[in-house]
């Protein structure tokens, strides 16, 4: 039997029940299609990869509006004799995408094809067509009904149709290139560092060992809250006081918001300002004070490779165990699918700290006990990392660098093979000149406007007088 198209296979159905029909439509009956046929051909070949760790793979993308059974279907590369046959009682709902590790069936080459067929083995669903090895993923951008292009590999995510390939080229900023400040002059001065943005607030970790409170004043600035004594900050200390302060350079939250304490990742004590101390502190927020001694300190160094004391951590996010779980997150320390239950308790997710000297981001479980256990180690590819944030709504995690990437920034996710991969790397917006930006926060998908919403980046120079700038990125 010749190959056919899904359109044309129902078409031939329709013929079909027409014929055994007969009189019944003559006499104006209606026919009802079969329950499975509109539904086959909103099924597409979504995601090629033909190299790397997870080459030879497939995914598949449902862009219509009913669950698709794919029990049976076929796989195929250019060659008739090559099937990989879908095992029974898989399903893909409405949006949804799904990857196919191919290999142990057929190979994916450099010049190839990959083919999507009915169970009968001949009606053609869809295919893709390439000349060269995948770069290293082909991805349909937009999803589902968009043209092949190369990104960065994210089977079983929604492709990243945002930028460059996993290794590569970075390619414009993904939203406006306009770039405006965001602080009245000279508030901060110099050594602003993290950002973390908690719906109207913005907490801002600075060098000198001080964390503020950030309120909007309604005319686009980000000013100091003047309650409950943050109006100049608040000086930060180690648990038990003692001489020196922490030199803050990142700042998170949990899914807990702030008041399950507020996260500062420090590298260094200002008392002992040659030696490293590589620490995430944990702090209560609730009090009027304009102290805050922490009530945790998890200290990290001998657990990492040895770097300056003025290399250490810069940046620091945190990833819910619900995405790192559902996303097939596989756990350095054992080797296998990342376990929360395997630990005691550890606020529900993983702090993510970037090491400047290094430029390599750090996965580590921080129990409520002090306890603490590295699951990850990510090579970042930029010369250093100055910031990461974790921004839920694209579910993808940010690697920023200062002036010495020239303000490279990199998104990535967890892919097939467990581990967080490189998706896009951007340029600086086109507005913003090459500053000594230490700090980036994402607003939450409350803020989407027309598309598009705001981002924030803090100049550890204070540039101009200004330390905050603003931005947008696509939502």
Not at 22 to 29: V, W
Not at 230 to 244: D, H, N, V, Y
Not at 274 to 288: E, I, N, W
Request: net charge negative; hydrophobic share 35%.
């Amino acid at each position: 039997m010749p190959e056919v198209r899904a359109p044309e296979w129902r078409r031939r159905l329709a013929i079909l029940c027409v014929a055994v029909a007969g009189p019944a439509l003559a006499a104006g009956a209606v026919l009802a299609p079969a329950a499975h046929a509109a539904p086959a051909d909103d099924i597409r070949i979504n995601e090629v990869v033909t190299t790397g760790s997870v080459d030879d793979s497939i995914e598949l993308y449902n862009k219509g509006t009913a669950a698709v059974d794919l029990s049976g279907w076929i796989l195929k590369d250019e060659s008739n004799s090559s099937k990989y046959k879908i095992s029974s009682g898989v399903t893909l709902a409405p949006g949804a995408v799904r990857a196919f590790d191919v290999h142990a069936s057929f190979g994916l080459g450099s010049a190839d094809k990959a083919r999507l067929y009915l169970p009968d083995g001949s009606t053609l669903v869809d295919g893709f067509t390439w000349s060269e090895h995948s770069g290293p993923s082909w991805s349909r951008c937009a999803d589902g009904v968009g043209a092949f292009k190369a990104a960065g590999v994210t089977l079983g995510a929604p492709n990243d149709c945002g930028g460059g390939g996993g290794g590569g080229t970075p390619v414009a900023w993904p939203g406006s290139g306009s770039v405006s400040t965001a602080d009245a002059s000279n508030v901060f001065g110099q050594d602003l560092s993290g950002l973390h943005q908690e719906g109207g607030v913005m907490w801002a970790a600075q060098n000198s060992g001080k964390l503020w409170r950030l309120l909007p004043n309604g005319a686009g600035e980000w000013t100091p809250d003047t309650a409950n004594g943050w109006s100049a900050g608040k000086a930060l200390r180690f648990p038990g006081g003692g001489s020196g302060s922490p030199d803050g350079e990142g700042v998170t939250v949990t899914g807990a918001g702030a008041a399950g304490g507020v996260f500062v990742a420090s590298e260094r004590n200002s008392a002992s300002s040659g030696t490293s101390r590589l620490s995430v502190l944990r702090y209560d927020v609730s009090g009027t004070g304009t102290t805050l001694t922490a009530t945790r300190e998890w200290n990290l160094t001998s657990s990492l490779p040895s770097v300056g004391s003025n290399l250490g951590f810069e940046g620091i996010t945190w990833v819910p165990d619900a995405y790192l779980t559902g996303a097939g997150f596989k756990d350095e320390s054992t080797g296998s699918a990342y376990d929360p239950s395997g630990y005691g308790a550890h606020t529900g997710g993983v702090f993510f700290v970037g090491v400047e000297g290094t430029g390599t981001i750090h996965g580590y479980v921080l129990e409520d006990t002090g306890t603490f256990t590295r699951v990850a180690s990510v090579d970042s590819g930029l010369d250093g990392v100055m910031e990461v944030q974790w921004e839920p709504q694209a579910a993808r995690l940010w690697a920023v660098c200062d002036d010495t990437c020239g303000g490279a920034h990199r998104t990535m996710r967890v892919n097939a093979s467990g581990v967080f991969a490189t998706t896009a790397v951007y340029d600086r917006p086109s507005g913003m000149p090459d500053l000594n930006n230490e700090g980036f926060s994402v607003s939450g998908a409350a803020e989407c406007a027309g598309g598009s919403k705001p981002v924030y980046w803090a100049d550890d120079s204070n540039t101009g007088g200004h330390a905050l700038r603003k931005g947008a990125i696509a939502c």
